[in-house]
């Protein structure tokens, strides 16, 4: 295969503030080729976040600190970039856009104004054919109302704000889009138009998306891969067909089981027992242990390796491990 | 919005002026002045007229543009007061340039170095300057930098041995215009101490303001956004947080340049400097009712002035405000 576009391995960022050390990225090793979607998955404060504004290099050091491993852009390491390159990588290879589209963009300025921005910031054009490629960046994303380049933020609605966003992103044409749950904040057709377009710039640009949900709804609608993410690690990730039929790794087989769906509406909402660890004091061992209904001794004590099982699917569970685990004992696969 | 606000303060000074105890012929003539004398005078002075009709003249002749005589001088107020407003506003201005500059970079540099130790004593250096009197911080800079270091005069506008014909009365526009370069070298040096003694107050709430409006706006979304775009630091700093962090420090520089009118007066007593306080100081003790009256008016237009001023800078600065168009 390829080299890949965006390689994330063995990746830790801690925080330390005055309480103690929080570990939010504690080695997550993910890959994102060219041209290809990959969505990010589980629960809130997991390290979804930090993980990807990580690869913006915009996680605020210090209280983070990184910790070890490497984030490679096209083979390049950006841990430990200078500022300067970090701007020149910024909106023109990798952009992102956010969740609160209602504040992600700046109220004094006009929209017209923001997009030439990112725009000359990154190429030697004049202000004129800026604001051609602004208005031209804003049809793609389907707006095409007359005078909206002079318009600002707070005369748009929050879907108007996230194509912006989308569009503002999108107009240096980068390598590899992030979105962290672009949709979360919207109303659920608001939501399905945000993805559509999306899916369909990614198509028609090439552009890569690393797209970042706790909705596994819009993993199946979006995403080519998904990773799953547990307290600060990667547990599982596969293709999307994989990972839906056939989950193997306790936590996702949960985050499965609790897809509310419509042919069992009368049952009640599966949701995985206990809470999210507090991630300043960690579970030794498997950190979903206290959680999972398979744990066993060695789940306590030692902690398990992202395993390889075949056809790019792995998954950290002890019980995949033939020799310490207890094959038996491995979690009937839930069908969807 | 302006004209009741202008009318009210006509009646409210008008009135005060003439509860003032003592009477302006008195005092224009002297103590034992004979009683005759004081009555002719008062009668030509319309003084014995009833209070409303005294009011009225007033007004009226203020429509016409016409401030009144000083009775000291027997000179129209309108075309007395100008130097010494003149020299009021340069001091002013002066004044609110060096608050403005220093309090909104001391502002954002703490913002920037948020809890560094020049965080800490830029604003150790503002709390002092809080609360700093003005003219106990004038009486020091005349103390330390006039008397004892001698490196700037401490008082007066100009040296009085320069020869200089003001047009504008202000200084440093004439001396710019003829070109005297001796001139404005001397005005600046003039102009050192009164301008720092005045300007440290408001440069001090300014820089607290400045800091705790740029934090909160450095830490919003859309400053991510920006940094997400590959916008440099400074461009960050001064392009997009400054301008919504201006917000709320537009508020306090509308207060402060109050504040500062009144600062002004005493300021230009500690540094006998020919402006307006000076000119209401003298005019009250000789009981000049035009040339107080006038005065004080002038002074309210111009605060009123101020805070219109204010009001477009918010216009101009928020797109969400838009007047008149509610
Ligand atoms: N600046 C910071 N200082 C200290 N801790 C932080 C900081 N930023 C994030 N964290 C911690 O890192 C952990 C991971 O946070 P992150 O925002 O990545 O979660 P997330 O998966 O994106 O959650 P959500 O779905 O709620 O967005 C959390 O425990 C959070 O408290
Ligand atoms: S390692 Fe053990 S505790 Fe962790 S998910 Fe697997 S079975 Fe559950
Ligand atoms: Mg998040």
Redesign the pocket.
């Known amino acids: 295969m390829a080299e890949p576009l965006l390689d994330i391995s063995e990746f830790r960022m801690y ?1 330390h ?1 005055e309480k103690g050390v ?1 570990k ?1 990225v504690d080695g997550v090793d993910l890959t994102v080729h060219e041209g290809e979607v990959v969505g990010l998955v ?1 629960e ?7 993980t990807s504004l990580s690869v913006m290099g915009l996680v ?1 050091q210090p ?2 600190k990184v910790e070890g491993g490497s984030i490679r852009l096209t083979g390049k390491d950006l841990t430990h970039l200078r500022q300067r390159e970090w701007q020149r990588i910024r909106g023109n290879d990798i952009s992102m856009i956010f969740q609160e589209p209602m504040t992600s963009l700046n109220p004094v300025f006009t929209i017209g104004d923001q997009i030439v921005e990112a725009l000359q910031k990154h190429q030697k054009i004049s202000k004129k054919e800026a604001k051609k490629r602004a208005g031209e960046a804003l049809k793609e994303v389907g707006i095409s109302r007359k005078g909206i380049l002079g318009e600002y933020p707070h005369q748009l609605s929050g879907g108007m704000r996230q194509r912006v966003m989308i569009a503002m992103a999108m107009v240096c044409r980068p390598k590899l889009l992030i979105a962290d ?1 672009p949709t979360t904040a919207l109303d659920v057709t608001i939501q399905a138009q945000i993805l559509d377009l999306m899916r369909r710039l990614n198509e028609e640009t090439g552009t890569a998306i690393l797209m970042i949900t ?1 909705d596994l709804g819009v993993v199946a609608e979006m995403c080519d891969r998904v990773v799953v993410m547990y307290a600060g690690e990667v547990v599982e990730k596969a293709d999307v067909k994989t990972l839906f039929q056939d989950p193997r790794h306790p936590y996702t087989q949960g985050l499965l089981k609790s897809i509310p769906q419509l042919d069992k509406r009368f049952d009640r909402l599966y949701s995985i027992p206990g809470n999210v660890p507090d ?1 300043r004091k960690m579970p030794e061992g498997c950190r979903f242990s206290p959680r999972c209904e398979f744990a066993k001794d060695i789940c306590m004590t030692q902690k398990p390796d992202l395993l390889d099982l075949g056809k790019s699917h792995f998954s950290r569970c002890w019980l995949h491990d033939e020799k310490k685990g207890d094959a038996d004992r491995d979690p009937i696969t839930v069908t969807t | 919005m302006l004209i009741p606000v202008l009318i009210g303060m006509s009646v409210i000074t008008f009135f005060i002026v003439h509860a003032i105890p003592g009477s302006p012929a008195k005092a224009l003539l002297g103590e034992r002045a004979s009683p005759e004398a004081l009555h002719q005078l008062e009668e030509k002075m319309g003084l014995n007229d009833p209070l409303y009709i005294q009011y009225f003249n007033y007004i009226k002749n203020l429509l016409q543009g016409d401030l009144g005589t000083s009775i000291q001088t027997g000179q129209p107020v309108s075309e007395e007061i100008i130097p010494y407003l003149a020299a009021t506003f340069e001091l002013a201005l002066f004044a609110m340039v060096i608050a403005v500059f220093f309090g909104v970079n001391l502002g954002i540099f703490s913002a920037w170095r948020q809890n560094s130790s020049v965080d800490y004593l830029s604003m150790v250096i503002a709390l002092i300057g809080v609360s700093m009197p003005v003219f106990w911080l004038g009486l020091m800079e005349q103390w330390i930098f006039a008397q004892e270091l001698a490196w700037f005069p401490s008082s007066g506008r100009l040296d009085s041995r320069l020869f200089f014909e003001p047009v504008t009365h202000f200084y440093f526009l004439d001396a710019l215009i003829q070109g005297d370069f001796v001139v404005l070298q001397d005005a600046l040096k003039h102009m050192v101490l009164p301008a720092v003694a005045l300007g440290t107050i408001p440069m001090a709430i300014i820089a607290r303001m400045t800091r705790s409006s740029m934090l909160e706006v450095l830490r919003s979304d859309y400053i991510r956004t920006a940094r997400a775009k590959g916008v440099g630091e400074l461009l960050i700093i001064y392009k997009h947080a400054l301008k919504n962090a201006l917000i709320p420090i537009v508020t306090v520089f509308g207060l402060q340049m109050g504040l500062l009118l009144g600062g002004a007066i005493l300021t230009e007593t500690i540094f006998s400097w020919p402006g307006v306080g000076r000119y209401l100081y003298d005019a009250i003790h000789a009981r000049d009712y035009a040339v107080v009256q006038s005065g004080i008016l002038v002074v309210a237009t111009i605060f009123v002035l101020i805070n219109l001023i204010v009001d477009l800078l918010y216009a101009w600065i928020d797109p969400r405000i838009q007047y008149g168009k509610e």
């Open positions: 925080f503030t929080v939010a589980g809130s404060g997991c390290g979804k976040s930090v605020p209280p983070g749950e706790h991630p």
